[in-house]
């Protein structure tokens, strides 16, 4: 086991709006189904070799996990992997509804057809995200190292159809993008394409740069975007406005806050993943949020602990938990939080 440091001091100014102890259990949860990939992508761990064994996650593993949260709203089953890959993907989805959650997954479309397709409808899907970083075969074959952009959106309008034949809205698509400088200038593009095939979201990421492939500050937008970058996002947004589209930023952000001229001092205190959601990896390891593993910190030091070896709520509120929110509101954060909302995300 990790040695664990003693508690940081806790900035008074913070005492009011969070603890290192949550007072319930998150009403979001992350469940990544598998962590196989049929995809290297080259801002991505899955390309610069995982931490953890791969895994798929069981029905009867997820059913175990999802009981011991008896208030989720909503929770996505995906993490560092296509969820189209685990063959118990329809059952699963099938507990969530059950469960009552809003059930939605992450997908890079290449398998998003065939015999895949209707079982996942038919579960009752709310939601799928494709991730597409780029409008062109070219741009997406550099950040994806395949060339499957057709593919891609043949798969979506074959959904559309799908969708129209069974009377059914439901799942709700959108396109994502990872802004980087490489492939940025294609977002007005990528509304306009997301327009064509009937889908009526686009979201624009901030880059979780490691040092690693094209995860790279030079290639980050945030707080370093050039006129050229600024233009395009603007163009983007003035051409959803006339479409129809929403171009959003990741976390409902508007898609030019995104790309703000300078970064807050300590603006990872703005985070409110610890205390809101949980992150459950194929092994079973919970870990602060989906963004962590992306950051390049030392893997051993983001597991806060195993669903299969611990309960829920032993975890939630357990010593690691408690040391990972009190750090978060000192002014020595874990090192994965340390750059965030400065970095990439909030």
């Not at 603890?19 to 009403?27: G, K, N, Y």
């Not at 895949?116 to 995200?129: K, M, Q, S, Y």
Request: hydrophobic content about 40%; proline content about 5%; charged content about 20%.
């Amino acid at each position: 086991m990790t040695a664990m440091i003693p508690p940081p001091t806790i900035l008074l100014e913070d005492i009011n709006l969070r603890s290192s102890i949550a007072r319930e259990l998150p009403h979001e949860l992350y469940i990544e189904t598998t962590n196989r990939c049929n995809l290297k992508c080259r801002t991505c761990p899955q390309y610069f070799g995982m931490a953890e064994e791969f895994a798929d996650l069981t029905l009867a593993q997820v059913e175990r996990i999802i009981r011991q949260f008896l208030s989720v709203r909503r929770i996505v089953l995906h993490g560092i992997g296509e969820p189209l890959l685990n063959k118990d993907l329809p059952a699963i989805i099938r507990a969530v509804k059950a469960h009552g959650a809003h059930a939605l997954f992450n997908s890079n479309g290449l398998l998003l057809r065939g015999h895949l397709v209707e079982p996942i409808v038919d579960a009752g899907l709310d939601e799928v995200r494709v991730s597409v970083d780029s409008a062109s075969a070219e741009t997406y074959k550099l950040v994806r190292g395949v060339d499957g952009f057709a593919t891609i959106i043949a798969n979506l309008h074959a959904l559309a159809g799908l969708k129209q034949r069974l009377g059914t809205t439901a799942p709700r698509v959108s396109l994502w993008i990872t802004g980087m400088k490489t492939n940025v200038g294609e977002l007005p593009q990528l509304v306009r394409l997301a327009h064509e095939i009937g889908v009526a979201e686009v979201y624009l990421q901030r880059l979780v740069y490691s040092g690693r492939g094209l995860a790279v500050q030079d290639e980050a937008l945030y707080g370093q975007a050039g006129e050229a970058e600024l233009d395009a996002v603007h163009e983007a947004e003035v051409l959803a406005r006339e479409l129809g589209v929403s171009l959003r930023g990741s976390g409902e952000a508007t898609a030019g806050a995104l790309l703000p001229d300078g970064s807050a001092a300590r603006s990872y205190t703005a985070c409110r993943r610890p205390w809101s959601l949980m992150y459950v990896t194929a092994n079973g390891n919970v870990l602060p949020c989906c963004i962590a593993p992306f950051t390049g910190a030392h893997y051993d030091g983001l597991v806060l602990g195993n669903v299969f070896e611990q309960s829920v709520e032993e975890i939630w509120n357990g010593q690691r938990y408690h040391q990972w929110r009190a750090a978060m509101l000192s002014e020595r954060p874990p090192e994965a939080c340390a750059g965030c909302g400065e970095g990439w995300s909030l």
